[in-house]
């Protein structure tokens, strides 16, 4: 069965400061990944997908994450973090094959200090 | 375009009361998803429809919770009697169709419906 795991519950930078957040999957079949952001009180934003193209992934807002195979891992990273990234972000994997049920993480919240 | 709509943003019950969510999916989106968020947790789905059938419900409490999807359009998921433990926000989602695992069409959510048990 397919899963997510999210590495630290809370990861705070300081503004200008490089962004990573942790994400280790596990797949019988080769996964389609996702992050999703999520302001507060707001639905999910999709930031960018793999579906197996090229491994290093952009997506919108500067983000991107690169899918490494060998490590089971698909971290997103921005270059230097703003005020305006603070939120939950969200790591997920499609389900199997036959299906598009999306399984998640248990979520990040990025702090973002001035 | 106008994205998911979900009616009521927030609910308030005390445990065994009944309540019900309605969403609007983009308009000619064929699949539709309801997930339940629990407060550190990540969404989990509940239910997929495709059209007005349904795809997957493995996830649902079907002892208290129903959903419908009847003219393939809008949907009402329910819950009868309410427990203290379906205290989440509940996102409702659409995509253009069905993916399969041959592509990828991207699901859209709504604001979600916080849901409050006492």
């Known amino acids: 069965a397919q899963s997510v795991t999210q590495l630290g519950s809370h990861v705070s930078v300081s503004e200008g400061a490089l962004v990573l957040l942790r994400c280790n999957y596990s797949s019988s079949v080769p996964p389609y990944l996702f992050w999703y952001v999520q302001y507060p009180n707001q639905g999910l934003q999709l930031l960018l997908k793999?579906?197996?193209?090229?491994?290093l992934v952009k997506g919108i807002n500067g983000f991107e994450a690169e899918f490494k195979k060998s490590e089971t891992s698909f971290h997103l990273t921005k270059p230097s973090a703003h005020m305006s990234d603070a939120a939950e972000y969200f790591c997920?994997?499609?389900?199997?094959?036959?299906?598009?049920?999306?399984?998640f993480g248990t979520g990040t919240r990025l702090q973002v200090f001035p | 375009e106008a994205g998911v709509a979900q009616s009521p943003r927030y609910k308030i019950i005390e445990k065994r009361q009944s309540v019900a969510f309605w969403c609007n999916p983009i308009?000619?989106?064929?699949?539709l998803y309801w997930y339940q968020q629990i407060l550190g947790q990540g969404p989990k789905l509940l239910i997929q429809f495709q059209n007005n059938g349904v795809v997957d419900d493995s996830q649902l409490p079907k002892d208290r919770f129903s959903a419908e999807r009847l003219k393939g359009v809008d949907s009402t998921l329910k819950i009868q009697p309410a427990k203290l433990e379906d205290s989440a926000v509940y996102l409702c989602?659409?995509?253009?169709?069905?993916?399969?695992?041959?592509?990828?069409?991207?699901?859209?959510f709504g604001p979600g419906t916080r849901l409050t048990v006492l």
């Open positions: 793999y579906t197996s193209a090229a491994t």
């Open positions: 989602a659409s995509s253009l169709d069905w993916s399969g695992f041959t592509s990828y069409n991207e699901q859209f």
């Open positions: 308009s000619g989106h064929a699949t």
């Open positions: 997920a994997v499609m389900g199997s094959y036959n299906t598009d049920k999306l399984i």
